[in-house]
């Protein structure tokens, strides 16, 4: 992305340039805040890649994950995700992993669940959302069989439609978390694209993954289209020179535009979801856009 140069930013002026180049060491000062503004949310990661440390020290996690630039966190909910290892997190109460959370200078604002428990124990779920802090729920993906065909798909969708106008009524709203499998076609038709027809979207927002930028989707191109239908994003990057992730910033997201399209898409939440050696470079590059 294309800085602004300080004499672009306060005119051509003389005194004008000084004024910046004096302005640009306060903190606080106009230069700074113009910046800072690309970047409005707090900037957030997912659990999952980092699921190991937190669940051998939560507390400790967190604070690592504070001192590397982080505010706001995304969970895996523990009943959903006990057979990928959080079952040690279910005997804390949501009121107790809250009050971690908030020991540890975070916020906590959403967390992804299992089709299963959104099935069996959709209001137990619900309550531990809302007194855990929780803003929004996220089924992480219906985890559909190879041979689904875009009928067995549509049918998941309207289940999750009565599944959250239920969570909706509670109080907290319910999104559909992406993988590369929604990109798939099935004939010729794009899987994630039907799925948008069938989502009513007074129930069922969307959590984009902008890891499918590997593929050739873009979110932004997704949030310019269907302005409003979402709901947060997981952030990551790619090189088209290595053919592996890339730290935010060294790919080939254009992450101006990203940023520039979240409020037609309606994110509220933005969470890095990457390999763990690559979160703090990440959020380094956010807090300087």
């Known amino acids: 992305m294309k800085n602004f140069t300080r004499r672009e930013f306060l005119g051509k002026s ?3 340039l000084g004024a910046a180049l004096i302005a640009s060491r306060l903190p606080g000062s106009l230069e700074t805040d113009l910046f800072a503004k690309t970047v409005t949310l707090p900037i957030g990661f997912q659990v999952w890649t980092i699921k190991d440390k937190l669940i051998a020290d939560f507390p400790g996690t967190l604070k690592m994950m504070y001192d590397l630039g982080y505010r706001n966190m995304e969970m895996c909910s523990p009943p959903g995700y006990e057979s990928s290892g959080f079952g040690p997190l279910m005997k804390m109460k949501p ?3 809250k009050k971690i959370v908030t ?4 916020i ?3 967390s992804h669940y299992g089709m299963g428990e959104l099935r069996t124990n959709l209001q137990e779920r619900i309550d531990f959302a809302l007194e855990s802090g929780q803003k929004q729920m996220i089924l992480s993906s ?3 069989p190879k041979d689904a065909t875009i009928d067995d798909w549509k049918k998941a969708a309207d289940e999750l439609n009565k599944i959250g106008e239920k969570s909706k009524k509670a109080g907290i709203p319910m999104g ?5 499998m929604e990109f798939a076609k099935i004939g010729d038709t794009l899987i994630y694209e039907e799925l948008l027809k069938v989502f009513d979207p007074e129930y069922v927002k969307l959590q984009f993954q902008v890891a499918v930028i590997s593929i050739g989707y873009k979110a ?9 239908r979402f709901i947060s994003a997981h952030l990551a990057d790619w090189s088209d020179k290595t053919g592996k992730e890339a730290i935010l910033g060294q790919g080939v997201v254009d992450w101006k535009e990203f940023f520039a399209s979240l409020k037609t898409g309606g994110v509220k939440n933005i969470f890095v979801e990457m390999s763990p050696d690559t979160f703090k470079d990440s959020a380094e590059f956010l807090k300087t856009l």
């Open 108 to 110: 906590c604002e959403s």
């Open 14 to 16: 003389t005194a004008g």
């Open 103 to 106: 020991d540890a200078g975070l």
């Open 142 to 144: 219906f985890w559909m």
């Open 95 to 97: 009121g107790e992993m």
């Open 176 to 180: 559909f978390h992406n993988h590369h």
């Open 220 to 228: 932004a191109d997704y949030f310019k289209k269907y302005p409003g």
